[in-house]
């Protein structure tokens, strides 16, 4: 099997899995009891939480461990309404408050559906939202944003890189343009952690979320990370676990296994690049050879990760290709994998305004360090043996 699909989930790195392994039976304790077993959780849940804060470039006091990306991203979004609710105030402590009422939130149309979803319900609950169109290049640009940052705005949503095309938007830039006009900043970067460098308090980032599973960690365990005295409040509450702001009992071997996972992948981000650029190179070279094919968003490599390529192939049904791709081996997808089983229209694609004859022939590769020249070689003739029969057909 090739697994081109990484930017769906990833297999547990053998760091991960023997890090979490003392945690599901000889260490099984809870860490809120009194006693050395659960203080030995305790421990090991700190220290994870030192490892995360430090390679995301926090303090342990601002991560919160979670179920994961979606759970995150709820978390900072719902944050809004909960503590409009709980206070009767609607500002995002602009130096305005009480002048002004902010009451927009603003996104765009190439997020992940645990932030579309949540921006959708904040709308029902009367905050104004504006979902914006990305570029047909796949990357949000400042200048065209800047005019839509006004005073009225409580929060700003953008995702750190797209996880169907793989462009890296200017983060730094628009949290720090945010930051400036007392605009809250949330940031989805579970296809950024571990795979781009990501500096939160330089980058005055206000919450930000990330998935273990995306980075070869556990599925079920993510982090919100957050600055002290800002908004988020609990989603979860009950036993007042993650200092009240995520009860339920620990997830002990989940944040080990995400501490290791991210530890791991953050020390080989270099040279792991280094070998991702060189099976992309090989990859983007291939499908491009095929007629009637495009690489979606930009060609520009300091925009894009490595591991991600998104292609759109004209008259071309992508589930039938990924149907044969499979017979041959290899897992791909068309998009994003949260819309599995419905052939949806991938909302990135609309938002970056591909043709409806090219964006219907959608196919995703993504992929670790793993995978050799050879398989990568391997790919780029079965995508071609692929295309090929259905055009024939047709
Ligand atoms: C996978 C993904 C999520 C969801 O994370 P889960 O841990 O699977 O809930 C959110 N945002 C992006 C960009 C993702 O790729």
Redesign the pocket.
Known sequence: MIYMDS?ATTPMSDAALSAMEPYWQREFGNSHAVYSAGQHAAAAIMDARKRVAKCLGCTPRQIIFTS????S?NQALASLALRRLGSGKSDGGSENSGLHVRNKIITFQFE?A?VLRSVERLSQFGFDVEVLPVFSDGVVQVNELLPYLTDDVLCVSM?MVN?EVGTIQPVQEVARLCKERGILFHC?A??AAGHIPIHINDWEIGTL?I?A??FHGPKGV?VLVHQPNDYVEPLIVGGGQERGFRSGTSNTPGAVGCAAALEEACAHMEENSQSLWEINDVLRAGILRIPDSRLTGTADHSKRVPGILHFCFKDIDAQTLLIYLDAHGICASAGSA?MAGAVQKSNTLVAMGVPDVWARGALRLSFDASITLEEAHRVCDVVAQGVAAQRDRA
């Open positions: 930017a994961g990306g979606t759970e991203d992940h645990a995702m996880n989805d579970v296809q979320a998935s599973h995306k993510g949260c």
